[in-house]
């Protein structure tokens, strides 16, 4: 049993992120629609005040599209490399009760600094979601609004996974090593928060330069992060490589299998996810 512990950091950073995640996750919706009510702050297009004429307006901004590649490449150094067993261990981070609540409190403050520095590519078109035709609409809202459920309801079942919010009771060596989950939200998808951002970016209707960028963006990383890096070393996890491999063949990593899905809500069906019989789990 480990002795009575209490790290200030891991707990204060771990609060943060909680927090602050919440508002940016607010602050990126609006971004997304174009601010649509006016509340201020960045939008993915220019504003209507700064859409020029036809013939003196830029189709695409090589600079903004630069810039903003500059912005994701610092979420890209930031999210994925700190993810890497080798900078922890040159970090001195392995175990240690500040490792999860750091990165966590990391992520939301550079995922801000994407959004709110962002630099629309074109200055001749803007999407406006209140104009958006109903069959688009609908599509895509549902769509939309099922991803963020699932990236919220992620944040909030498993807050420990994501923020590290318990691991300010254990010291280094001490903390409590994680498990693969079979419930939800990982019994639907393999990766809840990036089947989220890929559902949302892909489906959202905007069609406009801008759109297309941070689209390609996530959606290039979310597949290169998740099923090479990520995957790849939990494939080879000595402590339950077998386990996840058993996981991985029987839920998707993105799409929902029928059978998850039904599962999900209630139904006994055969093939439903499970653990297998000689895990712990």
């Not at 970090?91 to 609540?101: A, D, K, M």
């Not at 962002?118 to 099922?146: K, Q």
């Not at 693969?180 to 928060?193: D, F, N, T």
């Amino acid at each position: 049993m480990v002795a009575k512990y209490f790290n200030l950091p891991s707990y204060v950073l771990s609060r943060f992120s909680f927090l602050f995640t919440h508002f940016v996750a607010l602050y990126w919706v609006n971004y997304l629609l174009n601010d649509p009510f006016n509340l201020g702050g960045a939008t993915l297009d220019v504003r209507e005040k700064d859409i020029l004429p036809a013939g003196k307006c830029t189709p695409v901004i090589i600079e903004n599209v630069q810039w903003n590649a500059a912005l994701f490449s610092l979420w890209v150094i930031t999210h994925s490399g700190l993810a890497r067993n080798k900078c922890k261990e040159a970090l001195g981070l392995v175990e240690h009760p500040i490792e999860r609540p750091l990165y966590a409190a990391i992520a939301p403050v550079v995922w801000f600094i994407n959004i709110h520095f962002w630099a629309p590519i074109s200055n001749c078109e803007r999407w406006d979601p209140l104009e958006t035709s109903i069959p688009f609409a609908l599509v895509s809202g549902i769509i939309g609004t099922l991803g963020l459920l699932l990236i919220l309801s992620f944040l909030w079942l498993m807050p420990d996974h994501v923020f590290g919010t318990a691991k300010y009771q254990f010291p280094q060596g001490k903390q409590p090593h994680s498990q693969i989950s079979y419930g939800y939200p990982y019994g639907l998808v393999r990766h809840p928060a990036a089947s989220g951002f890929l559902w949302i970016y892909s489906l959202l209707p905007a069609h406009t330069p801008s759109h297309y960028l941070i689209a390609s963006f996530w959606i290039i990383y979310i597949f290169v992060a998740t099923l090479v890096f990520e995957e790849g070393g939990l494939k080879s996890n000595s402590e339950f490589g077998k386990t996840y491999m058993a996981y991985r063949a029987q839920v998707n990593a993105f799409i929902p299998r029928p059978v998850a899905v039904a599962s999900f809500l209630g139904f006994k069906v055969k093939g439903a996810p499970k653990p297998p019989k000689n895990s712990k789990e």
